[in-house]
């Protein structure tokens, strides 16, 4: 059996948040086993005026390729009520997104490697920095946990009280 490919998934919601977070987690823990999750933060709607959402990333290892991931989340982001036909920052019930694939970079399977919201999303360099803050980003070459520490946008998050299969995964700081 080839080695497997550490792979970082973002998972979002605002839309019933809890329902659709914890089905997400129950489909990717049926395909993958062991997940590594970070903690959940709430944050403001980015692109648009909505509801907050709930965000985190889960770390997976797979021999699935890029494509068949892909294709796996968007069947599971529809089977869980998700519309592509609504405009691309819109309330949604579930959106799940390939952070990283390994050390892959560029675009394989139509998915840009590594996603661009890196960089850019408090809602996904925060928690990504809390499950692997010692990888270094492919293309910079610094750690998660140096990006999080050096990033400065003004976009707030902070973590709610979160239980997933009788497991709590994060909590409210109060």
Not at 75 to 94: C, D, I, M, V, W
Request: aromatic residues 10%.
């Amino acid at each position: 059996m080839a080695d497997q490919i550490p792979v970082y998934i973002s998972i979002g919601s605002n839309i019933d948040r809890e329902r659709y977070v914890r089905a997400s987690l129950d489909a990717l823990a049926g395909w993958f086993g062991e997940l590594d999750i970070s903690p959940v933060y709430e944050s403001e709607a980015v692109g648009f005026d909505g509801s907050p959402f709930l965000n985190l990333v889960v770390g997976v290892k797979t021999n699935l390729s890029v494509g068949e991931l892909s294709r796996h989340f968007k069947q599971l982001e529809a089977e869980n009520g998700r519309r592509r036909e609504a405009p691309k920052f819109s309330a949604r019930t579930l959106d799940l997104d390939i952070l990283t694939y390994g050390e892959a970079v560029g675009r394989m399977d139509g998915v840009e490697l590594p996603r661009g919201e890196i960089l850019k999303n408090a809602f996904v360099l925060r928690p990504l920095a809390d499950i692997a803050p010692a990888v270094k980003h492919p293309v910079c070459r610094k750690s998660y946990l140096e990006l999080w520490q050096a990033y400065n946008t003004g976009q707030k998050l902070w973590p709610v009280d979160f239980s997933w299969q009788g497991r709590v995964i994060s909590k409210a700081v109060c």
